[in-house]
């Protein structure tokens, strides 16, 4: 959902990806190229994302992520789930407090 929401932003690359993320979240989240690259994997395979590849802005070869359509749809979809989650969360904490 993280590597979606960044794409719906603008296309990045896999190092920019992780640096996006982990401003964003004020260093709060960290993802390892190790665990990026699979996801990023199955998010083309399932047509969530398209790559590309391309120069970067400091002349190296990468290949850019930009979201598709359906990635988008899937991405609202899966933002929804979790804000009813973390609703039900919220209320299950804010009952053990009483």
Do not use: C
Not at 57 to 62: A, M, Q
């Amino acid at each position: 959902m993280m590597i979606l929401r960044m794409l719906k932003r603008q296309p990045l690359h896999g190092y920019a990806l992780v640096q996006h993320i982990k401003q964003t979240s004020n260093e709060l989240l960290q993802i390892e190229e190790g665990s990026l690259y699979p996801a990023l994997q199955r998010l083309l395979k399932e047509d969530l994302v398209k790559a590309e590849w391309g120069v970067s802005s400091t002349n190296r070869r990468v290949r850019t992520y930009r979201l598709t359509p359906a990635g988008a749809r899937h991405l609202e979809h899966e933002v929804s789930k979790f804000e009813r989650m973390l609703e039900g969360i919220t209320r299950v904490l804010a009952r053990g407090e009483s």
